[in-house]
């Protein structure tokens, strides 16, 4: 029967929402029912070789009629993975003549700054990288004309070599397209699918390195992805599911599946990015516009700074070495230390941790999949920071002695140390790794971390991150009502984004105004456009414009936010010498600023989600007793204390609860260190102030 409601996602008081993210390890669902209030989760495990499997099973698990769901939206790491671990579509490349080796000679850096060894491999091989004639000059205009005859020629090489995917990167397309556009129609007429990428139409960008590695990425996972979309349809299709679902891109934002392939690149980092947009939405309801995201998971942990509740966004993306995808995605920190990562003893005698990590298959060793290296999950579980009753996706339970055991095998007998110390020692320098990468950026990029409290989120996030603020300095953690799912609220609550660049590498004082005004304009109304053929309707539409500048004769670019109004020249230097200063506290008002880009993001804003129903407040306890657990004792600072375990789930709003003391729920679990002062909103957010050792 059908529904009375006007369209999937315009009014979540209606509609019936599931966001879905897969991580490393799990995959976590969130659904909530706008018309009851009613809030149902699920964390299965992740399917490495059939995502969509996972995804099902998620869905399956909430007991919730798949056909009854308005609208799906989903976090994806298909593009990832496929990127880190080059498990790529049969691309070839065709370009100007003389820079074929644009994507291999890069910017001449080296994988160890302070070595000579190292390897890269371009995206695509030398020898599906081909050459035609056409040259237009940086200035726009055109030096050789295309010789279509030779790229017609180029096209059946590649199809003949058995490339599923093409790449059309000429040197200035992004100042004349006309010769990019004019060979994709040529290559529509000869290539047997839709996977053909001009440079220009994904990133209209002066660098051609930059360019053309993320046009060449984008074409390598187009046919990826879109078997991943296609797969998950006919799975949600098969359980009456009929409405289209929508994909997070990692600038934040969301685009439908039907149109997700054609920009596939922007999907890299989508997991990521639907944390820290959960985290931003989160922290602003709780009056905490100023945090340092702490995603923790399986396989790695994920920092991003949030100011003014805007979580950052960079067209500057190095996902590895020689990998730029210079698409906007929020600005994302990642460590290899997670739940998962593997402790180990190396040649010298120091204990390291990951990047090597267990994964979902077979995981730590406490899951009982057949894990047989320690990991820092192992070292919370020896601890006593995590119950082994409460574990999840456990096969074959394994006694805690067993893994301290191995502990004392694995890294104490080099370190001298007993088993319980060496898992000490693990969990203390994996806190010490994890805080470089918030000091990244926070102290590395101008900020105070007093300024900013930390948003503890992630399966394990919790359990570190009253440590993390001490060594830090930060004042405050926030715990979300649901930490292990924040990434599929994410997903629930994200709005609807396109992102824009164009380049115009002009100095500001001989700047053509017409043409930046033109140009901002034509970014806002192909925003618009893209968002009005979505099928769910924004309630309103927010424009944001801003420039990557530079003084002239840097290479240094610096984004400045541009106000709503028209901006002239002598108003744009005078942005960007504030910019400048308040980056670098330097003031060089001698030298002329640059304008490199024009950036413009268009915001379908949706409708805002309630949490405070994130926890039922049916199931809280009147007193705090009343959700206690037990008592077990817990390793703080080399000794055992005798420490509190209550049930998150039954905490009342009004709770006041001094460390140490544990708070388990389903999803995750947080450790409360002594001397610390945890209370809980209205929202169900456990704000804990970082207090000093009792």
């Given at each position: 029967?059908?529904?009375?409601?006007?369209?999937?996602?315009?009014?979540?008081?209606?509609?019936?929402?599931?966001?879905?993210?897969?991580?490393?390890?799990?995959?976590?669902?969130?659904?909530?029912?706008?018309?009851?209030?009613?809030?149902?989760?699920?964390?299965?495990?992740?399917?490495?070789?059939?995502?969509?499997?996972?995804?099902?099973?998620?869905?399956?698990?909430t007991g919730f009629d798949i056909s009854e769901i308005d609208l799906i939206v989903h976090g994806t790491t298909t593009t990832t993975n496929a990127v880190l671990e080059r498990r790529l579509a049969k691309t070839g490349l065709i370009t100007t003549r003389g820079f074929r080796d644009v994507l291999e000679l890069?910017?001449?850096?080296?994988?160890?700054?302070?070595?000579?060894?190292?390897?890269?491999?371009?995206?695509?091989?030398?020898?599906?990288?081909?050459?035609?004639?056409?040259?237009?000059?940086?200035?726009?205009?055109?030096?050789?004309?295309?010789?279509?005859?030779?790229?017609?020629?180029?096209?059946?090489q590649?199809?003949?070599?058995?490339?599923?995917?093409?790449?059309?990167?000429?040197?200035?397309?992004?100042?004349?397209?006309?010769?990019?556009?004019?060979?994709?129609e040529i290559a529509a007429e000869l290539w047997p699918n839709d996977y053909i990428t001009t440079g220009h139409a994904l990133l209209s960008e002066a660098r051609e390195y930059e360019r053309g590695v993320t046009a060449a990425v984008n074409a390598s996972v187009q046919p990826i992805l879109e078997r991943y979309v296609e797969r998950l349809r006919r799975e949600l299709s098969a359980r009456g599911y009929g409405r289209d679902f929508l994909?997070?891109?990692?600038?934040?934002?969301?685009?439908?599946?039907?149109?997700?392939?054609?920009?596939?690149?922007?999907?890299?980092?989508?997991?990521?990015?639907?944390?820290?947009?959960?985290?931003?939405?989160?922290?602003?309801?709780a009056g905490f516009p100023n945090i340092v995201t702490y995603d923790m998971g399986g396989t790695s942990t994920d920092v991003a700074l949030i100011r003014n509740a805007q979580p950052a966004v960079s067209n500057e993306i190095e996902i590895e070495y020689a990998m730029p995808i210079h698409v906007p995605m929020v600005a994302v920190h990642t460590v290899g230390a997670g739940g998962g990562s593997i402790a180990r003893v190396d040649a010298s005698g120091l204990i390291q941790i990951g990047p090597e990590?267990?994964?979902?298959?077979?995981?730590?060793?406490?899951y009982g999949r057949g894990g047989k290296e320690p990991t820092i999950t192992d070292a919370n579980l020896v601890l006593g920071r995590l119950s082994a009753r409460k574990l999840l996706a456990v096969d074959s339970p394994v006694g805690v002695e067993d893994v301290t055991t191995i502990f004392a095998?694995?890294?104490?007998?080099?370190?001298?140390?007993?088993?319980?110390?060496?898992?000490?020692?693990?969990?203390?320098?994996?806190?010490?790794?994890?805080?470089?990468?918030?000091?990244?950026?926070?102290?590395?990029?101008?900020?105070?971390?007093?300024?900013?409290?930390?948003?503890?989120?992630?399966?394990?996030?919790?359990l570190h991150a009253s440590a993390l603020a001490r060594e830090l300095g930060l004042p405050k953690v926030i715990v979300p009502a649901r930490p292990g799912i924040t990434n599929a609220l994410g997903c629930v609550v994200a709005d609807l984004r396109q992102d824009f660049v164009n380049t115009v590498n002009q100095p500001v004082a001989i700047l053509d105004e017409a043409r930046m005004r033109a140009i901002l304009a034509a970014q806002r109304a192909e925003g618009e456009a893209l968002i009005a053929k979505e099928a769910v309707k924004?309630?309103?539409?927010?424009?944001?414009?801003?420039?990557?500048?530079?003084?002239?004769?840097?290479?240094?670019?610096?984004?400045?936010?541009?106000?709503?109004?028209?901006?002239?020249?002598?108003?744009?230097?005078?942005?960007?010498?504030?910019?400048?200063?308040?980056?670098?506290?330097?003031?060089?008002?001698?030298?002329?600023?640059?304008?490199?880009?024009?950036?413009?993001?268009?915001?379908?804003?949706?409708?805002?989600?309630?949490?405070?129903?994130?926890?039922?407040?049916?199931?809280?306890?009147?007193?705090?007793?009343?959700?206690?657990?037990?008592?077990?004792?817990?390793?703080?600072d080399g000794e055992w204390q005798d420490t509190p375990v209550y049930d998150r789930q039954k905490l009342p709003l009004d709770v006041a609860i001094t460390g140490p003391a544990i708070l388990e729920q389903l999803d995750a679990t947080t450790v409360l260190e002594p001397g610390d002062h945890a209370t809980c909103d209205s929202d169900g957010n456990i704000i804990i102030e970082i207090g000093g050792r009792s």
């Open positions: 029967m059908a529904k009375n409601i006007p369209a999937p996602g315009e009014t979540s008081k209606e509609a019936v929402v599931a966001g879905i993210d897969v991580g490393g390890t799990f995959t976590d669902l969130l659904l909530i029912d706008g018309r009851s209030g009613q809030v149902r989760l699920a964390k299965t495990p992740t399917t490495v070789e059939n995502q969509a499997h996972g995804v099902v099973a998620a869905l399956n698990q890069g910017r001449r850096t080296r994988p160890q700054a302070y070595g000579m060894t190292g390897t890269f491999t371009p995206i695509i091989p030398r020898n599906l990288r081909l050459e035609v004639t056409e040259r237009v000059e940086a200035s726009g205009r055109v030096r050789d004309p295309l010789n279509e005859e030779e790229l017609r020629g180029a096209i059946r590649l199809l003949d070599a058995g490339c599923e995917a093409l790449v059309i990167h000429f040197l200035h397309s992004y100042a004349n397209p006309a010769h990019e556009r004019r060979a994709a994909i997070m891109n990692g600038n934040g934002g969301m685009i439908s599946a039907s149109f997700v392939s054609r920009e596939a690149a922007k999907t890299v980092m989508s997991g990521p990015a639907s944390g820290v947009i959960a985290a931003a939405y989160t922290a602003k309801r990590s267990a994964g979902a298959t077979p995981g730590p060793i406490c095998e694995r890294i104490g007998k080099a370190a001298n140390l007993d088993g319980v110390s060496a898992a000490g020692a693990v969990l203390r320098l994996a806190n010490v790794k994890m805080a470089g990468a918030v000091r990244m950026v926070s102290v590395a990029r101008g900020h105070d971390p007093r300024d900013f409290a930390l948003f503890a989120f992630g399966g394990a996030g919790p924004p309630k309103r539409i927010e424009v944001t414009h801003s420039a990557d500048m530079q003084f002239v004769g840097q290479t240094h670019i610096l984004n400045v936010p541009l106000p709503s109004g028209e901006v002239d020249r002598a108003a744009l230097q005078a942005l960007f010498e504030r910019a400048y200063f308040a980056r670098f506290k330097v003031e060089l008002p001698e030298i002329r600023a640059n304008l490199v880009s024009l950036n413009t993001s268009v915001t379908g804003m949706r409708p805002q989600v309630d949490l405070s129903r994130l926890i039922d407040p049916a199931g809280r306890a009147a007193t705090l007793d009343g959700a206690l657990v037990e008592r077990r004792p817990v390793w703080f």
